[in-house]
């Protein structure tokens, strides 16, 4: 973040691909950089690249242990910046394959989650009269992509929160913001991007013949977190090499 005084920002997911992408382009600017996961390794990993970043053991899709992490860390600090929550699911099925409790889950894991860490943030940056929320929804809750219904629907609710939030805490001094990429080189995308002819495929899907990199999700994500983008409110950003909003040119 280019500002001079030393923000806290938290991330939830932060041993994901985006989330650990993100702390640490965090983690060189000077900022202080807190994040959560349920994944003791990939924290671990985190740490052992970055030491500086604290991490906390959470699983974001219990309200109270979300509930209680952020209390402990607005009692260790003081307060809470930003937030980012880098956390979600990649189910791919269509709806009439899709079993009730993989509709569960889908929605748990992506919106509830992402429900829950809205509440427990706003509550305290309601309390400073400023702060930043970021959240992730999917290029496929823009356009129509096969097999993508209960993800899409999940993540589409994402949205319609983010701009009923931006209207509700403008007041207080808050942002809230999504960004929606399309499939993006993660070990969450690990099944798609590891199998040649998956990728291939997902490649041509993209008007620039090519997937998203976590580097370039994270570094639109600290922009919006950032005091740079202090007039940037209720909006949803896509970032999808063209593939919700144009139709490349036929190779001939």
Same mark, same amino acid.
């Given at each position: 973040?280019?500002?001079?005084?030393?923000?806290?920002?938290?991330?939830?997911?932060?041993?994901?691909?985006?989330?650990?992408?993100?702390?640490?382009?965090?983690?060189?600017?000077?900022?202080?950089?807190?994040?959560?996961?349920?994944?003791?390794?990939?924290?671990?990993?985190?740490?052992?690249?970055?030491?500086?970043?604290?991490?906390?053991?959470?699983?974001?899709?219990?309200?109270?242990?979300?509930?209680?992490?952020?209390?402990?860390?607005?009692?260790?600090?003081?307060?809470?910046?930003?937030?980012?929550?880098?956390?979600?699911?990649?189910?791919?099925?269509?709806?009439?394959?899709?079993?009730?409790?993989?509709?569960?889950?889908?929605?748990?894991?992506?919106?509830?989650?992402?429900?829950?860490?809205?509440?427990?943030?706003?509550?305290?940056?309601?309390?400073?009269?400023?702060?930043?929320?970021?959240?992730?929804?999917?290029?496929?809750?823009?356009?129509?992509?096969?097999?993508?219904?209960?993800?899409?629907?999940?993540?589409?609710?994402?949205?319609?929160?983010?701009?009923?939030?931006? /209207?509700?805490? $403008?007041?207080?001094? *808050?942002?809230? #913001? &999504?960004?929606?990429?399309?499939?993006?080189?993660?070990?969450?995308? +690990?099944?798609?991007?590891?199998?040649?002819?998956?990728?291939?495929?997902?490649?041509?899907?993209?008007?620039?013949?090519?997937?998203?990199?976590?580097?370039?999700? /994270?570094?639109? $994500?600290?922009?919006? *977190?950032?005091? #740079? &983008?202090?007039?940037?409110?209720?909006?949803?950003?896509?970032?999808? +090499?063209?593939?919700?909003?144009?139709?490349?040119?036929?190779?001939?």
């Amino acid at each position: 973040m280019n500002t001079t005084e030393q923000k806290t920002v938290v991330i939830g997911g932060i041993s994901g691909g985006i989330g650990s992408s993100l702390a640490e382009q965090l983690s060189g600017t000077g900022d202080r950089v807190i994040g959560f996961a349920r994944n003791a390794q990939g924290l671990e990993a985190l740490r052992a690249r970055h030491p500086e970043i604290e991490t906390h053991i959470c699983d974001a899709t219990d309200p109270e242990a979300l509930s209680t992490c952020f209390e402990q860390i607005i009692a260790t600090h003081g307060q809470i910046d930003a937030y980012a929550h880098a956390i979600g699911s990649i189910f791919l099925k269509p709806a009439h394959l899709t079993s009730t409790e993989d509709w569960h889950h889908t929605v748990l894991t992506n919106l509830s989650s992402a429900f829950y860490a809205l509440r427990a943030a706003t509550k305290h940056m309601s309390r400073q009269s400023r702060g930043s929320c970021l959240f992730f929804s999917t290029a496929a809750a823009q356009v129509g992509i096969a097999n993508h219904e209960a993800i899409a629907a999940a993540k589409g609710g994402i949205e319609a929160m983010v701009r009923s939030a931006a /209207a509700t805490y $403008a007041p207080r001094g *808050l942002r809230i #913001n &999504a960004i929606a990429p399309s499939l993006t080189d993660t070990p969450l995308a +690990g099944p798609m991007t590891s199998n040649p002819k998956m990728l291939e495929i997902s490649k041509r899907m993209h008007p620039l013949g090519d997937i998203a990199r976590p580097d370039d999700i /994270a570094s639109l $994500a600290e922009w919006l *977190l950032s005091d #740079n &983008a202090r007039f940037v409110t209720g909006q949803v950003f896509t970032i999808d +090499g063209g593939i919700s909003t144009i139709v490349p040119k036929p190779k001939m």
